[in-house]
């Protein structure tokens, strides 16, 4: 593989960068609302109750807004913009506004906007909620995802084993091993299977595209699905093996084309596509269960 005289930083497929440009949905939905430069001077006050909030972890400060029988929190960021812009993502919502206009300016545009705001409000948490999966119930014939299709759980086994034709993972615990015993013992068979398909998954694409590889192992990050580093060391997240080998063939795909793109431009997603055409249609079911809602948490 060839090096950069220059160190890279390392590149991640997380949930972050689901919700950016570079996918079709569940992108922040923006609407730009133009302010006018001629408010200089102190506006009329707000018929809306607007007292200042705490911060925000990423130190803007969220805002509350009474109107009527609703209550509207906010995020207000300023910046040089010409505009009011709106953002309504997983978070919620978020305005950028030009550093000269006033909080009254800025709630008679959400005003103005409000039934706009609490729909595409009520569209994020409706899209979290279908997306979120149950928990499962770690106990004989407790079932879960292994490649992209149902598997149970069997107690009392004298070895563990798992069955392709009946899809059962045989277990050598008793019948009254608590949860966590049972939840600790598939979560290792799974982390070994993940281990064996997707280092076998790794040789199949990297000979594909020509490259090599420097490290690879696995990863239990609560937001990240995989990253490779610019020295080649890649990360993969075990729970990937919940998903169809589609699923995990893209992943794979996508962390070894940052060997060749350390970035997201164009050329990247061209050469993911050179050796997984298919990437779009897998990318868009990932993009519906970041790692913190899939089993085996």
């Known amino acids: 593989m060839q090096k950069s005289p220059t160190p890279r930083p390392l590149a991640a497929l997380d949930n972050g960068q689901l919700d950016l440009p570079l996918f079709a949905e569940p992108a922040p939905v923006v609407a730009p609302f133009p302010a006018s430069p001629f408010h200089t001077a102190p506006s009329t006050p707000s018929p809306f109750k607007s007292p200042k909030g705490p911060l925000a972890p990423d130190g803007t400060r969220v805002r509350t807004l009474e109107m009527g029988a609703r209550t509207l929190h906010y995020r207000l960021k300023r910046s040089s913009r010409k505009s009011i812009g709106f953002a309504i993502d997983g978070s919620g919502l978020t305005i950028t506004a030009p550093r000269w206009v006033t909080i009254a300016d800025i709630e008679t545009a959400i005003a103005e906007k409000q039934r706009w705001i609490f729909a595409k409000l009520i569209e994020w948490q409706t899209r979290v ?3 979120a999966l149950p928990r499962v119930e770690w106990g004989d014939g407790a079932e879960l995802p292994y490649l992209g299709k149902p598997m149970s759980v069997r107690l009392g086994a004298s070895l563990l084993a ?50 090599t590889f420097r490290s690879y192992a696995l990863s239990s990050a609560m937001t990240r699905w995989g990253s490779c580093s610019s020295e080649g060391r890649i990360r993969l997240n075990w729970r990937l093996i919940h998903f169809p080998l589609s699923v995990v063939d893209y992943v794979v795909a996508h962390e070894l084309a940052h ?16 050796i997984f055409p298919e990437f779009r249609e897998a990318r868009k079911q990932l993009k519906q269960h970041p790692p913190e809602m899939v089993p085996g948490m």
């Open 129 to 131: 909620e279908q997306r």
């Open 259 to 274: 060997l060749r793109e350390m970035n997201h431009s164009p050329r990247f997603w061209q050469t993911v596509e050179s």
């Open 162 to 211: 798992f069955d392709e034709d009946t899809r059962v993972l045989a277990l050598p615990l008793p019948l009254h091993a608590d949860a966590q015993q049972i939840k600790d013992r598939v979560t290792g068979w799974l982390q070994g299977e993940a281990t064996r398909i997707f280092g076998a998954r790794l040789g199949v694409y990297a000979a594909r595209l020509g490259v």
